[in-house]
């Protein structure tokens, strides 16, 4: 067995809670391969809301999901901090992948009032024992605030509600991801 990196064990957690048929998001659509992982997952019958800000992404990830013949999920070209106009039903599991576009504009980055803003308005359709995965890049300009910000917030949800798990490889050089993940008790 060998220690996943942070990106790599959402995804295993992930495997372990969505179940076809459920509706899940995914925040920051970029180039989507965390779009296709959830689609995959929810199935047919299932639904998968996904949201960026760029063009660019939205398009990317259209063509992904086109290539897999998938047509369970809704990409909208706008902020996750307007998840609220869009979710109406029980969520069963969301993503973040915090931080920049790694093939575009490196000065288009997530922040932290937006990210918070949007766990937010997502915690109270959170499914018992779904969970919310926030992996967070934090190497770049401004990414240490929205670090910060996001731990912060997180570290205070009460934990009669919510268990918060920080995952991180804490002796690698480079900034390497950490992963927060929210789950509903
Ligand atoms: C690290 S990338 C995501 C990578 C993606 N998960 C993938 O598989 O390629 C971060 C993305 O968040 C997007 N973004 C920035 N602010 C956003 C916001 N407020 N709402 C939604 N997406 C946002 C950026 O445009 C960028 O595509």
């Known amino acids: 067995m060998k220690l996943s990196p942070a990106l790599q064990y959402s995804h295993d957690l992930l495997k372990q809670v969505v179940t076809p048929g459920d509706t899940v998001i995914d925040a920051t659509v970029g180039n989507g ?4 992982l959830l689609a995959q997952l929810v ?32 990409l909208h070209l706008t902020g996750h901090q307007n998840v609220d106009q869009y979710l109406n039903e029980p969520l069963a599991a969301a993503i973040f992948n915090l931080g920049y576009l790694p093939s575009g504009d490196k000065s288009i980055i997530t922040t932290g009032n937006t990210t ?5 308005k ?4 959170l ?12 190497g770049h300009p401004g990414g240490d605030n929205e670090r ?6 997180t570290a205070t949800l009460p ?16 900034t390497p991801p950490k ?7």
Do not use: W
Request: glycine share 6%.
């Open 33 to 36: 391969h965390d779009t296709l």
């Open 43 to 74: 199935g047919k019958g299932g639904h998968v809301l996904g949201f960026d800000i760029q063009t660019s992404a939205i398009k990317a990830t259209t063509t992904r999901l086109e290539a897999e013949h998938l047509n369970n999920v809704s």
């Open 116 to 120: 918070i803003e949007a766990v937010e």
């Open 122 to 125: 997502m915690l109270p359709n």
């Open 127 to 138: 499914k018992p024992n779904g969970i919310i995965c926030l992996v967070i890049y934090y």
């Open 148 to 153: 910060a910000a996001v731990e912060k917030f």
């Open 159 to 174: 934990q009669q509600n919510f268990n918060v798990l920080e995952y991180q490889f804490i002796n690698q050089v480079n």
């Open 179 to 185: 992963l927060i993940v929210i789950q509903k008790r």
